[in-house]
């Protein structure tokens, strides 16, 4: 995060640098200046740290929903272990009477 924030400002820098320098001749071809690669590069390289802070937060998401499903499939385990437990029926062992 704190590359992506620096990144960011960085390219904002070089954005102001270069949007204060007076236009070119409308005669010539401006080549690319070393603040428009340094800004094309800053961008480029936030987009990767973007992609890999969304990746990062996917698979967050996704072992949070794997901890919770076995969370609750284990509390269901739980419960079922302890109704066979209580289903035990005792014996009748009275004896039958005769009339």
Not at 12 to 40: C, E, G, H
Not at 71 to 99: G, S, Y
């Given at each position: 995060?704190?590359?992506?924030?620096?990144?960011?400002?960085?390219g904002?820098?070089?954005?102001?640098a270069f949007?204060?320098?007076?236009a070119?001749?409308?005669?010539?071809?401006?080549?690319?200046?070393?603040?428009t690669?340094?800004?094309?590069?800053?961008?480029?390289?936030?987009?990767a740290?973007?992609?890999a802070?969304?990746?990062?937060?996917?698979?967050?998401?996704?072992?949070?929903?794997?901890?919770?499903?076995?969370?609750?499939?284990?509390?269901?385990?739980?419960?079922?272990?302890?109704a066979?437990?209580?289903t035990?029926?005792?014996?009748?062992?009275?004896?039958?009477?005769?009339?």
């Amino acid at each position: 995060m704190k590359k992506t924030i620096a990144t960011l400002i960085a390219g904002l820098f070089a954005t102001a640098a270069f949007a204060q320098t007076p236009a070119p001749a409308a005669t010539t071809t401006p080549a690319a200046t070393p603040a428009t690669v340094n800004a094309n590069a800053d961008v480029k390289a936030a987009k990767a740290d973007a992609q890999a802070a969304k990746a990062d937060a996917k698979d967050a998401k996704a072992s949070a929903k794997h901890a919770t499903h076995h969370k609750h499939k284990a509390k269901h385990h739980a419960v079922k272990k302890e109704a066979a437990k209580d289903t035990t029926v005792a014996a009748d062992t009275t004896a039958p009477v005769a009339k």
